[in-house]
């Protein structure tokens, strides 16, 4: 499952809240500071949808609640459902619980699309959010992409799309943050970072999509920390297959990520950033860069790259396969999902401090 099949299979039946614990249960239990992503609660929304939800994903007053009721210190979602009522609404709710609300939304692609962008980074505003997610690309680099030519078409279309955002958030005062979304390589998202040059323009730093690029955890944290306006934090499963690997997200402290040494890394360069769990409950994704078809728009990338992540694949894989949730019913994949989620969420709160 991509993101992109998450946002198309969202919905936002009142059932969002159903199979939760109640919110006085985790308080006794206590609750963690990092919030929930709304791609990891994907199972939910597709169960959601296969039983006719409506809508194009969760209802955020919805959506707040539930994380509230696992034990999620806040959330990042999409905020463009609600009207002006409904976003005042949230951010009282949210000031309340002493929870965080930041938005996601994507790129105005034309200047016909600039009243739509305005619209919903007002209704962000509304609902408390001062920083907002967006990504460039939703799908993979590696999968989009046939030609470099193709790839370049898509970069000149990115910056017309973010030359066209900024002036909108720096307007609003608000944070725009962009996710490094198996899109930009290290080096190509610090000379964005430079060339729009914004102090309203950050990144999502994401713990391990990069990964996917051949890129070490650690050194692309490290290199993008300095610009994190928010964070979704997740650790990863690998898996040598045929053609290259399998990457998966998995529960805090059963992957290789040194998680600890992330957070501590994200606070030092950004000391009020905001994590944001996303724990993707899904079957691995495989990263085919054995493969000819995966290197037409990595002309540049050396070599050692690979060796180096292909040993890392070695080390790191463990004996059993990579977790699977396709083969279970909606319902348990649910279960799986949440199960997953509030493991994460006790392992930040008792061992990241978040």
């Known amino acids: 499952m991509t993101r992109r099949d998450i946002m198309k299979l969202a919905g936002s039946a009142p059932a969002f809240l159903a199979a939760a614990a109640p919110p006085q249960a985790m308080s006794q239990q206590g609750a963690s500071r990092m919030g929930i992503a709304v791609t990891a609660v994907a199972q939910r929304m597709r169960q959601q949808r296969g039983a006719g939800g409506p809508?194009?994903?969760?209802?955020?007053?919805?959506?707040?609640?539930?994380c509230r009721s696992i034990g999620a210190g806040g959330m990042q979602t999409g905020l463009s459902s609600l009207d002006g009522n409904e976003a005042r609404q949230l951010?009282?709710?949210a000031e309340e619980y002493g929870m965080y609300v930041e938005g996601t939304l994507g790129l105005p692609r034309g200047d016909s699309d600039l009243p739509r962008f305005q619209d919903a980074?007002?209704?962000?505003?509304?609902?408390?959010?001062?920083?907002?997610?967006?990504?460039?690309?939703?799908?993979?680099?590696?999968?989009?992409?046939q030609t470099a030519e193709a790839f370049q078409t898509f970069s000149t279309q990115s910056w017309n799309s973010l030359t066209l955002a900024e002036p909108i958030i720096r307007k609003n005062r608000m944070k725009l943050a962009i996710e490094n979304h198996k899109d930009w390589r290290i080096d190509e998202m610090l000379a964005l970072m430079k060339r729009i040059s914004s102090e309203f323009v950050g990144i999502t730093v994401d713990t391990g999509n990069n990964v996917a690029l051949l890129e070490d955890p650690i050194k692309t944290v490290e290199a993008l920390a300095p610009h994190a306006f928010?964070?979704?934090?997740?650790?990863?499963?690998?898996?040598?297959?045929?053609d290259g690997f399998l990457l998966s997200e998995v529960v805090f402290g059963d992957g290789y990520l040194d998680l600890g040494r992330v957070v501590n890394i994200l606070r030092q360069a950004q000391p009020s950033v905001r994590f944001s769990l996303e724990m993707i409950t899904r079957?691995?994704?495989?990263?085919?860069?054995?493969?000819?078809?995966?290197?037409?728009?990595?002309?540049n990338l050396p070599g050692r790259d690979l060796a180096s992540m292909i040993r890392t694949v070695?080390?790191?894989?463990?004996?059993e396969p990579l977790p699977t949730v396709d083969h279970l019913s909606p319902e348990e994949r649910v279960k799986v999902e949440e199960d997953n989620n509030k493991k994460c969420l006790a392992f930040a709160r008792d061992r990241l401090n978040l």
């Open 55 to 66: 809508g194009t994903g969760p209802n955020p007053l919805e959506l707040l609640e539930y």
């Open 91 to 93: 951010r009282r709710k």
């Open 121 to 145: 980074v007002q209704t962000a505003r509304n609902a408390g959010a001062t920083v907002i997610r967006s990504v460039m690309l939703s799908g993979r680099r590696y999968e989009t992409f």
């Open 230 to 242: 928010s964070v979704h934090l997740k650790d990863m499963g690998v898996k040598a297959y045929e």
């Open 283 to 299: 079957d691995p994704i495989k990263v085919p860069c054995l493969s000819e078809g995966y290197w037409p728009t990595f002309a």
């Open 314 to 319: 070695r080390s790191h894989q463990k004996p």
